[in-house]
C-alpha cells in the first residue's frame, strides 16, 4: 500500500477548513455550503463509479432524502440540522437498499440508463403531486442545531456550513479508508473483471450493491442539506440535469483524490456564479468553456494538479490502486 | 501536465480568489439587482421583454426623461445602477445567486422573478436576510396565503384574477359555454390555471360541463394526440393557460384541423404570442394579458411613453412582461421617493423602504397598482381581455371588444384565500 494522508491530518484540515468559515465573506458560506453538499453527492458517484458503473439517476436519492426531510420538518418541527442529515441518509439509504440489488445486475449504459430512468419516474410523481406542491413545490422553516436557532444570518450561515463541511468531510475520510480497505480493492476488481472476483467467491452483485447503498446515502444527506440552505424543495432535485451536473463534478475532479471533488464543486459554483454575473446572457457558454479547457488539459481531473502520476515509473496495477489516495 | 502550467493555473486562481474578495462600494447611487429569465423557454416570451422593458425605464428615469409623476432623476435624484442576473437554472441557483447579490454586491434591493418556483424559493431568503425584495410577475397566489412576509412584495397581481376576469368577460360577451374543454400544461402554473378557471366556471356557468380535460407534458411541443382529442370532443369553449412556444405550437397545429372554427378558443395568458404569430393567429380568439398590458392597455401619458419608446428601442410592441417590469420600477421608485419625502432626502434605509412600500399605491402604464393584498404587500390591479382580428394594413393582429375589469371585481379581498374566494361565489367583488 502506498503512503496516503493519515486520517489524523485529514481530520485536521476538516477542522481548518471549517474555523476558515469565521473569516470568509458571508456570502462566500452559503456557497461553499452548496458546494459541499454538491461534492457529497460526488463523492458517492466516484465510490460507485469504482465499481465500472455511473449512476445518471443519484437525483432519485438527493430529491428522497430532501423530500424525506421536508416532510418531517414541516409534519413534526423537527429542525435540528443534525438530525435532518442523519434522516436525509437514512432516506437515501433505504431508497438505495430496495432499489440497489435489482439494479445492480446490469452494467455500464444499462445500469447508467436505468438510473436515470427511475429518478424521471420519480420526477414525474413528483410534478404531478399537487399535495407537495407540485411543480413548484414547497418552503420549509430555517434549521436550528441541538436546540439553538440562530437570528443572526451570518451565523446561521456559519452554521450550516459548519455542518456540512465536517459532514462531507467525515464523508470523505470514510471514502478514503473505504477506498484502501480490502472491500474497496475488491470494488476495483469489480470494474477491472467481474468474472474473475465471482471466482475469488465474492459476488460482485453484492459489491456493486453495497457501493449503490453508499452512494445513496451520501446523496440522501447532500438532499437534506441543499434542503436547509435553501428552505425550499421541488421536483428539479429529482431532474436529470440535477443528476447530470454531479456526474459532472465527479468527471471534472477526476478519480485520484478525494479532496479534488470538493475543489471541484467549489470551483463550478464560482465559475458558475461569477459568470452569471458579469457575463448575465453568455453564462452557460462560460461554464461550458470551463468545463472543456478542464477536460482538454486536465484530462484526469483537477485532482492531477496535486497529485503526481507515477504511471511512467510504476506498474499499472500500482497506479489504479493509488487512484483513491487524496 | 507539466509544472509550469500547473503553476499558470493555480496562481490564476489565487488572482481570480483575490479579485473576488475586493469589495464594491454603492454611494450615492441606488444598485438594483434584476432577476429575469435570458436563457431557456420564457426567455423570449418573457424575461427578454421584461429586460428590454427595464433597461427602457431605468434608462429614461436616470435621464430624468419619464412623464408626470415620475419626473424625478433616477431613485429620488440617486441614479439607478442595474445588476442583472439570469432567472434560468432551478430554484436552488436562485436562492444562492440571491444571497450573492445581496451579501456580494451589496444591492440595495432585487427586483424580478417570473416563475413561481423561484419566487416560492426566494421570498423566506429575503425575509431572513432582513432585505428587500420586489417578487415582479409570477402566478402562484401560494406566496403571501400560505407565510407572511414583511420584507417581501409584489407588484403585479397574482394568477387568480386571469381566470376569474376571463369567465367575467365570456359572461359579459354572452359566450355560449354548454360544454368546456381544457388543455394546459403539467405543472404548478398549468394546474392552478385550470383549477381557477374550472372553479369559477362553475360559478358563473353553474350548468357547464367539462368534457375533455387535458396536461400534456411542459415543452411537450407536439399537440396531434390532444387536438384529435380536443376536436372529436367538439366542446363549445377550449380554454388553455399555455403560453410562449407551447402555445404558438399548439395554434399551429389546432389551426389547420379546424379546432378554432369547431370552438371558441380563449387563453389567459396569450398577447406576447401575438407579434409572432402574426395572421397564424385565428381572429376572434379571447386572450387575456395578465393585465391591461399592450394592446389592450388604456391610452395615458404614462402608457404613451412606454408603448412608443419601447417600440422606437425593440422594434416590437411591449408586452405583459414588460410591462409588469416597468410597474415594479416605478412602485419601487414611487415608494423610495416617499420614504425619501419622510426622512428628509437622505437614501432610506431597508426599513424605511418597507414602510413606504406597504399598502402604497401607484400609477402605471397599465392601470393604477393598489398594495391592498397580504397586510399590503401584494399587489391587486385592474386587467382587461378581448378578440383578436388580424389587421392586414398594419400586418399585426389586432385586439377588439376590449372589455375593462376594475382590480376589485377580479381579485379576491384581503385575508381571502384564492380559491376558497372563487369557491365561495366570489364574494365582495366590486364590479361595474
Not at chain 1, 452557460?284 to 470551463?290: A, E, M, N, R, T
Amino acid at each position: 500500500m502506498n503512503k496516503g494522508m493519515h486520517p489524523l491530518l485529514m481530520i485536521a484540515l476538516v477542522a481548518a477548513v471549517t474555523l476558515c468559515g469565521r473569516v470568509l465573506p458571508t456570502w462566500t458560506l452559503s456557497l461553499a455550503t452548496i458546494a459541499a453538499a454538491n461534492a457529497l453527492i460526488s463523492l458517492g458517484i466516484v465510490v460507485l463509479a469504482r465499481t465500472g458503473n455511473v449512476s445518471f439517476g443519484q437525483g432519485l436519492f438527493y430529491a428522497g432524502g430532501g423530500y424525506c426531510v421536508a416532510l418531517i420538518a414541516n409534519a413534526w418541527g423537527l429542525t435540528d440540522a443534525v438530525a435532518q442529515v442523519i434522516i436525509g441518509a437514512i432516506c437515501g439509504g433505504l431508497l438505495g437498499l430496495v432499489i440497489g440489488p435489482l439494479i445492480a445486475r446490469y452494467s455500464g449504459i444499462f445500469f447508467g440508463m436505468l438510473t436515470l430512468a427511475l429518478s424521471m419516474v420519480f420526477y414525474g410523481a413528483l410534478v404531478k403531486s399537487t399535495a407537495l406542491g407540485g411543480s413548484d413545490g414547497f418552503n420549509v422553516g430555517r434549521p436550528t442545531l441541538f436546540g439553538m436557532s440562530f437570528a443572526d444570518p451570518r451565523e446561521a450561515d456559519f452554521m450550516l456550513y459548519a455542518v456540512a463541511v465536517v459532514t462531507t468531510g467525515i464523508a470523505g475520510i470514510a471514502a478514503t479508508i473505504l477506498f484502501r480497505s480490502e472491500f474497496g480493492l475488491a470494488s476495483l476488481a469489480v470494474r477491472e473483471n467481474n468474472l474473475r472476483v465471482e471466482y475469488l467467491g465474492l459476488s460482485a452483485n453484492r459489491i456493486i450493491s453495497i457501493n449503490f447503498v453508499i452512494a445513496a446515502i451520501f446523496a440522501g444527506a447532500s438532499g437534506a442539506f441543499a434542503l436547509m440552505a435553501q428552505r425550499h424543495i421541488d421536483p428539479q432535485f429529482a431532474y436529470w440535469t440535477t443528476s447530470g451536473e454531479f456526474v459532472f463534478v465527479a468527471v471534472l475532479a477526476g478519480n485520484q483524490s478525494v479532496a479534488a471533488v470538493f475543489v471541484a464543486s467549489m470551483a463550478l459554483e464560482l465559475v458558475r456564479s461569477f459568470s452569471n454575473l458579469y457575463l448575465p446572457n453568455t453564462w452557460q457558454l462560460v461554464l461550458g468553456l470551463f468545463l472543456l479547457a478542464v477536460i482538454l488539459f486536465l484530462p484526469r481531473g483537477i485532482g492531477s494538479l496535486w497529485v503526481r502520476s507515477k504511471r511512467g515509473t510504476a506498474k499499472p496495477g500500482v497506479a489504479t490502486e493509488r487512484e483513491a489516495l487524496p | 501536465m507539466n509544472r509550469r502550467l500547473r503553476m499558470a493555473v493555480l496562481a490564476s486562481a489565487a488572482a481570480l480568489a483575490v479579485a473576488i474578495a475586493a469589495p464594491a462600494f454603492a454611494q450615492e447611487t441606488f444598485k438594483l439587482g434584476i432577476v429575469t429569465f435570458l436563457s431557456g423557454p420564457a426567455a423570449d416570451s418573457f424575461g427578454v421583454p421584461a429586460r428590454n422593458g427595464g433597461q427602457f425605464v431605468i434608462d429614461q428615469l436616470n435621464k430624468g426623461a419619464a412623464p408626470s409623476p415620475y419626473e424625478k432623476v433616477g431613485f429620488g435624484g440617486m441614479k439607478i445602477e442595474p445588476v442583472i442576473i439570469d432567472e434560468n437554472g432551478g430554484a436552488t441557483k436562485q436562492v444562492q445567486e440571491l444571497r450573492n447579490l445581496y451579501q456580494r454586491d451589496n444591492v440595495d434591493a432585487v427586483l424580478g422573478y417570473i416563475g413561481s418556483g423561484d419566487c416560492l424559493a426566494v421570498a423566506p431568503i429575503a425575509e431572513e436576510l432582513k432585505k428587500f425584495l420586489i417578487l415582479m410577475d409570477c402566478g402562484t397566489p401560494r406566496i403571501f396565503e400560505e407565510s407572511k412576509y414583511n420584507y417581501v412584495f409584489r407588484t403585479a397581481a397574482h394568477a387568480t384574477m386571469d381566470n376569474v376576469g376571463l369567465i367575467r368577460y365570456m359572461k359579459a360577451k354572452n359566450v355560449k359555454m354548454e360544454t368546456l374543454s381544457a388543455i394546459n400544461q403539467d405543472y404548478a402554473w398549468g394546474q392552478d390555471s385550470r383549477t381557477d378557471f374550472v372553479a369559477a366556471a362553475g360559478q358563473l356557468y353553474p350548468n357547464a360541463k367539462l368534457a375533455t380535460d387535458l396536461l400534456p407534458k411542459f415543452g411537450a411541443g407536439q399537440y396531434g394526440t390532444e387536438i384529435s382529442a380536443l376536436v372529436s370532443a367538439g366542446s363549445d369553449v377550449v380554454y388553455s393557460s399555455l403560453w410562449g412556444g407551447d402555445l404558438q405550437s399548439f395554434i399551429l397545429q389546432a389551426s389547420p384541423r379546424g379546432l378554432p372554427k369547431r370552438s371558441q378558443l380563449v387563453f389567459s395568458a396569450a398577447d406576447h404570442v401575438l407579434p409572432p404569430l402574426g395572421d397564424k393567429m385565428p381572429d376572434g380568439t379571447i386572450i387575456g394579458a395578465r393585465g391591461a398590458y399592450g394592446l389592450m392597455s388604456k391610452k395615458s401619458p404614462l402608457n404613451d411613453w412606454l408603448f412608443k419608446g419601447y417600440e422606437a428601442a425593440n422594434g416590437v410592441y411591449p408586452v405583459q412582461a414588460a410591462y409588469r417590469m416597468t410597474q415594479a420600477i416605478l412602485g419601487l421608485k414611487a415608494a423610495v421617493e416617499k420614504a425619501m419625502a419622510k426622512n428628509g432626502g437622505k437614501k432610506p434605509s431597508t426599513d424605511e423602504l418597507v414602510a413606504a412600500m406597504t399598502g402604497l399605491e401607484w400609477p402605471s402604464p397599465g392601470g393604477l397598482i393598489q398594495m391592498k393584498l397580504a397586510d399590503g404587500h401584494q399587489a391587486i390591479q385592474p386587467i382587461a381581455f378581448g378578440r383578436t382580428k388580424y389587421n392586414p394594413d398594419a400586418k399585426r393582429v389586432d385586439l377588439v371588444d376590449i372589455e375593462y375589469f376594475d382590480a376589485e371585481c377580479v381579485n379576491p379581498p384581503a385575508g381571502v384565500k384564492s380559491l376558497d374566494w372563487i369557491k365561495g361565489g366570489m364574494q365582495g367583488a366590486k364590479c361595474k
